[in-house]
């Protein structure tokens, strides 16, 4: 089993919608929670970054952490075909090993 | 003005050769890594360097040498290349505060042929 476990999708959402992705893991020890963003051939940007549990909003983007019961959330409002990509999520214990996801594929259809 | 760089971004050669990837950061990160990502997408850490000095290495195989001149480069050296070798492989730095994010670079898509 995974640490991090991530739906492969692809989620494919009509533009406008709602994007709502997730993340499940099991090393309670994690405390640093990122989600990136992927674009075909390139490489993984950072998206939104959370400490411990709780909400955090940047924009479109409001990411969830829920450490009681090791799940965490990404969701995009007012999604563009521009967001269209792999998401991935990503996340650490004290020190600097960042372990991720396997990403999940989104398409926004115009 | 590219933060993280390597060189190069693609790489086609058949087995049993000796290639190198470099890595080049220009943002004062004192820690850089190496990550492979497969063709399902999933990232795996192979080694990190802090200050030029190794400080992960997880379980990959021996003919990966990774070599860290300054604490701006990090280079990987891969010998006899097989087939399995064939992914992408991402540079990438962070600071050494811990809360810090990952900086990548864009990519070297290595095929084996």
């Known amino acids: 089993q995974k640490e991090v476990e991530q739906d492969p999708g692809p989620l494919s959402v009509p533009e406008g919608a709602i994007v709502s992705l997730n993340c499940t893991y099991s090393?309670?020890?994690?405390?640093?929670f990122m989600w990136y963003r992927q674009y075909s051939r390139k490489g993984p940007e950072l998206l939104m970054y959370?400490?411990?549990?709780g909400n955090k909003e940047d924009g479109r983007f409001t990411a969830q952490v829920d450490k009681s019961s090791k799940y965490i959330s990404l969701f995009i409002r007012d999604s563009q075909p521009s967001d269209s990509a792999t998401y991935l999520c990503?996340?650490?214990?004290?020190?600097?090993?960042?372990?991720f996801g396997g990403g999940t594929r989104v398409l926004v259809k115009p | 003005d590219t933060a993280v760089s390597q060189t190069p971004k693609y790489l086609v050669t058949q087995m049993g050769n000796d290639k190198s990837i470099k890595c080049e950061q220009n943002?004062?990160?004192?820690?850089m890594y190496w990550y492979k990502q497969d063709s399902k997408k999933f990232l795996k850490i192979m080694f990190s360097?802090?200050?030029?000095?190794?400080?992960i290495n997880e379980t990959v195989p021996n003919r990966f040498s990774p070599k860290s001149p300054d604490k701006a480069h990090l280079n990987l050296h891969i010998n006899s290349l097989e087939l399995g070798d064939s992914a992408v492989y991402f540079c990438?730095?962070?600071?050494?505060?811990?809360?810090?994010?990952?900086?990548f670079g864009s990519g070297t898509r290595l095929t084996v042929v």
């Open positions: 990503a996340m650490k214990a004290a020190g600097n090993k960042l372990t």
């Open positions: 990438a730095s962070s600071s050494e505060d811990r809360a810090g994010g990952y900086t």
């Open positions: 959370t400490y411990s549990s």
């Open positions: 090393n309670s020890a994690f405390q640093y």
């Open positions: 943002l004062g990160h004192d820690t």
């Open positions: 360097y802090n200050n030029k000095e190794l400080i």
